[in-house]
Each structure stands twice: as C-alpha cells, then as structure tokens.
C-alpha cells in the first residue's frame, strides 16, 4: 500500500495563479482532510470529506475549494493564489473519525 | 487563551533520559491524539485515545479527563526520538497544538 500520496512535493507560484494539489489514499477511507501548516502555528484544518461527493468547510476555507469526485481522491485548488497562502499543505485520510493517516506534505511558496 | 496548550515548547535531553510532554486543553473532547513529526516533515499518528493510558513500546501516553491534560512519556530515550511532537484534541472540530520539538543528545 502507498498510503497517503501527494502531488506535487513543491510548487512555486505568483501571485494570481491558479493550482490544484491532489491527495489520494489507497486504504478505503471514508474521510479526507486537507490542512496547512505554518511556522508557529499549529496544523489547521482547511476542508474536509466525509464521502465520496461530500465535502465540509473547516477552520480556514477562504480561497481554496475542494472536490471528492472520486472516493481514493481528494482534490484542493486554489483559483487565485495569493502570499498568505504561502505553507506546507497535508492530506490525512481516516477510517471513520479515528486515527488520520497523513500524506508527505506540500510546500507551496506564492510569490 | 489557546484552547490546546503544549509544554514545554522546546526540549533538549541527553540519550537514556525519560521524558515527559505535557498538553492542557480548554474544550471539551471525545478523543486526543498524539503525533509525531520528523524533521523531514513527515507526520505520524502515535496514539488516539479518550481514558486511561496507552503503551506502543517506548511510548506511553496518559489522559485524565477530569483534570483536561495527557502527557506523552518516552522511555530510555534515543536520537532517533528527535522530533516534534504535537497533541490534536477532538469534538466536534479538531484542534492541533503547536507541539514540543525534542532533540535527544547521544
């Protein structure tokens, strides 16, 4: 089993441009999670899935968007990029709400 | 007043030292989780529980709900436990705290 996958491990981007960072997890979990980290601060939920075709706002939503299209995938995009969205991104996926198997990390730097 | 709080924030040992991270929460919780992030930033799950205390080899994790605080406890500690260590506590939303960086001395 590969786990918890994510693409890409780094991304430069200028302010403006769109992306979208792609988790996907081969374990059958129902739930997904997307966070970001950043120095000082402890992870913070963005968006989160509870299912194929579900997703729910977390902590910190403004400026990303989501998708669950697929139930091994979950997307989070970013339409207009801007510097405070400047961090490492982790995927989780859980069986139920029980123990979060995390991804490799994203870091994302916005010029 | 942060709703999770780590202590201490850094910790620095000597290889074989027994070592203690305390977390204090503010909310009410169905579970708490510890993780473990190593320096390369990759992050594990160690423990998810609501009572009691649970052991995986030198690890031991301990809550007492009443008093709303769970330590983690690492035994005969080794270099390789250097990490940063973070507790989550669950209710209805999750909430990480900012964790303990441990650097263990050989």
Known sequence: NAGVTQTPKFRVLKTGQSMTLLCAQDMNHEYMYWYRQDPGMGLRLIHYSVGEGTTAKGEVPDGYNVSRLKKQNFLLGLESAAPSQTSVYFCASSYGDDTQYFGPGTRLTVL | ?106
């Open chain 2, 1 to 106: 007043k942060n709703e999770v709080e780590q202590s201490p924030q850094n910790l620095t040992a000597q290889e074989g030292e027994f070592i203690t991270i305390n977390c204090s929460y503010s909310v009410g919780i169905s579970a708490l989780h510890w993780l473990q992030q190593h320096p390369g930033g990759g992050i594990v799950s160690l423990f998810m529980l609501s009572s009691g205390k649970k052991k995986h080899g030198r690890l031991i994790a301990t809550i007492n709900i009443q008093e709303k605080h769970s330590s983690l406890h690492i035994t005969a500690s080794h270099p390789r436990d250097s990490a940063v260590y973070i507790c989550a506590v669950k209710d209805d939303k999750i909430i990480f705290g900012k964790g303990t960086r441990l650097h263990i001395l050989p």
